[in-house]
């Protein structure tokens, strides 16, 4: 069974920095997909970063050059570091793993973290 916990979410200042933490279990973390994504009040979740299982990572274009996905496959762990922190920043955070095969995909999700940026 599959689990992800996060942490690190919390209030930031705008233009602050926030780490965001991801603790995976029960999973053969090192062949997986990760990224999180996060959602606003009333909006859609969304994809903020990805790093595959070879380390190629992709950003949405309104984090670029703010955000960095980095992961330890020894640590079972992925991390997002949130710099230049903006209003439009603040949602739930989701942390997600990924097997991607080629005819399926299977998404675990964890709880979510609740990140705020305020004046």
């Known amino acids: 069974q599959v689990q992800l916990v996060e942490s690190g979410g919390g209030l930031v200042q705008v233009g602050g920095s926030l780490t965001l933490s991801c603790a995976a279990s029960g999973s053969a973390f090192s062949v997986a997909d990760m990224a999180w994504y996060r959602q606003a009040p009333g909006q859609q979740r969304e994809l903020v970063a990805a790093?595959?299982?070879?380390?190629?990572?992709n950003y949405a274009d309104s984090v670029k050059g703010r955000f960095t996905i980095s992961r330890d496959n020894a640590k079972n762990t992925v991390t997002l570091q949130m710099n230049r922190m903006k209003l439009e920043d603040t949602a739930v955070y989701y942390c997600?793993?990924?097997?991607?095969?080629?005819?399926?995909?299977?998404?675990?999700w964890g709880q979510g973290t609740q990140v705020t940026v305020s004046f």
């Open positions: 997600n793993l990924a097997y991607v095969r080629t005819f399926s995909r299977s998404d675990y």
């Open positions: 790093v595959t299982s070879g380390g190629t990572t």
